[in-house]
């Protein structure tokens, strides 16, 4: 079992920037890539980021060149920078491990852009 605990989410304005952090626990050993997704309301959860193991990471076109993913290994986080926060970026942001066959979630922090 994977344990993932997100913080760092809140209300910013527009233009603004927060990171997010995961923290994982448990047995997080196999774990072939993780990430972050986001789920706005009335919408599908859609990917932001991914970072394969031993891989280049990858985003959302709607997020290139504004968001960072990156982990520490050191102490089992993981983060997302995110920087130029427009509206349509509000949305409850989860961080995911994914293994062969299963994919474990953190519970979910609420980010809200707005003036």
């Known amino acids: 079992q994977v344990q993932l605990v997100e913080s760092g989410g809140g209300l910013v304005q527009p233009g603004g920037s927060l990171r997010l952090s995961c923290a994982a626990s448990g047995s997080i050993s196999n774990v072939i890539a993780m990430g972050w997704y986001r789920q706005a309301p009335g919408k599908q959860r859609e990917l932001v980021a991914l970072?394969?193991?031993?891989?280049?990471?990858t985003y959302a076109d709607s997020v290139k060149g504004r968001f960072t993913i990156s982990r520490d290994n050191a102490n089992n986080t993981m983060y997302l920078q995110m920087n130029s926060l427009r509206p349509e970026d509000t949305a409850v942001y989860s961080c995911?491990?994914?293994?062969?066959?299963?994919?474990?979630w953190g519970q979910g922090t609420q980010v809200t852009v707005s003036s």
């Open positions: 995911t491990y994914k293994r062969i066959g299963i994919d474990y």
């Open positions: 970072i394969p193991r031993g891989g280049k990471a």
